[in-house]
């Protein structure tokens, strides 16, 4: 460095940054020999913090304004080098300049998948993405505990933990939550708030928070989207007979819209023939046939007493059983029910010689 440089660097009083890089998070102000001039004017924008650090040791943190570097301002500063009052010489300091806005648009997402108990699927193995917004809120923090000395600190060097750090609390949050998979989609915006809550006090160790974090998607593996695609499309299909039935029709209303199309008539003649045997329930091996129409219920009988030349009824199986408790009813009774061959005598007609008790025979022998 020339003696030109090195004397105008001692003349300069002024110290500012404007940065035009969006992803530079610290920035080292550059002076020959760290000598900074006694009464030099510090200009901090909004959006910016300034720290200094004097022999290694975090020193005044300067918010937005602008400031005469004085003693005054520099209270730890001050301190540390006992300055008396009237202090005029150049002092040894470093400068770092610190973003404080939000570094938006950053990406985050599962590496690998997330095994958690679905309560309808049984396990399940779940992935996710979605954006989050970082911003430093506690500049002298975060410069003792990320930085350190590095001169220019930008965003990529430090995502990359925060993205560590959101799917490692992410895969905690929805293991314990215990939403079906089917309801996630209707509760990404609650799991995004639980998961920056979740996040804030690791974050925080740092100097830094995160104002926004979303959750856009949470997907399965493939194989079993195509699984429920496949039971989506049965869902839609509803009855196979019906919607065999109206494929057929379409069919050949297609083929009467195009007379002249030999083609178009030939595969609406094929669709009407599938569709008529998929109605009559030819559906194979891979659907289900229609289902045979319920037996019908058996037919109650009531029946007809002739006692003495005369005819009484008709009675129901239940009151014959309670004649026949009475004693009205015998084995040797007449009756007649519709669709019988004439009189029988009640012990003759199975349905009938049930209601009779049957005597046990004699007790053997002692």
């Not at 400068?95 to 590496?111: A, E, H, M």
């Not at 779940?126 to 923090?141: K, Q, S």
Request: charged share 20%; with cysteine; net charge negative.
């Amino acid at each position: 460095m020339g003696i030109l440089d090195f004397l105008s660097g001692q003349f300069i009083d002024v110290i500012e940054w404007t940065d035009s890089t969006r992803d530079t998070l610290v920035w080292r102000f550059e002076r020959e020999g760290h000598e900074i001039k006694y009464g030099a004017k510090l200009t901090v924008r909004e959006g910016q913090a300034a720290v200094f650090v004097h022999e290694g040791q975090l020193a005044d943190v300067f918010t937005p304004g602008l400031y005469m570097l004085e003693t005054n301002n520099m209270p730890v500063l001050t301190s540390l080098n006992h300055w008396e009052h009237g202090f005029k010489s150049p002092f040894k300091s470093e400068i770092y300049f610190v973003n404080t806005t939000r570094f938006s648009d950053l990406q985050w997402g599962t590496k690998n998948p997330v095994i958690c108990r679905d309560p309808e699927f049984g396990p399940v193995r779940l992935r996710a993405f979605g954006t989050y917004t970082v911003r430093v809120t506690e500049p002298g923090r975060f410069m003792s505990e990320i930085v350190g000395t590095d001169g220019e600190f930008t965003m990529d060097e430090i995502s990359f933990q925060i993205r560590n750090i959101i799917v490692q609390e992410f895969s905690r949050v929805i293991a314990a939550s215990g939403i079906p998979v089917l309801d996630m989609a209707a509760n990404t915006a609650d799991l995004g708030a639980l998961l920056a809550k979740r996040i804030e006090p690791t974050l925080s160790a740092y100097g830094i928070a995160l104002p926004e974090l979303y959750i856009e998607n949470i997907s399965l593996p493939d194989e079993v989207e195509r699984a429920l695609d496949r039971r989506t499309s049965m869902g839609v299909a509803g009855d196979l007979e019906r919607y065999a039935q109206y494929s057929a029709a379409e069919a050949m209303a297609e083929a009467a819209r195009n007379p002249g199309d030999a083609g178009g008539a030939a595969g609406a003649a094929v669709g009407a023939v599938l569709g008529m045997q998929a109605a009559q329930g030819a559906a194979g091996p891979w659907g289900a046939r229609s289902a045979a129409p319920p037996a019908p219920p058996p037919v109650e009988h009531v029946w007809h007493v002739a006692v003495n030349g005369e005819t009484s009824g008709p009675f129901s199986l239940a009151a014959m059983g309670r004649k026949a408790t009475d004693g009205s009813l015998t084995r040797d009774t007449h009756v007649w029910t519709a669709g019988q061959d004439g009189w029988k005598r009640a012990g003759e007609v199975t349905e009938l010689a049930r209601l009779f008790t049957v005597l046990p025979p004699p007790p053997p022998e002692a």
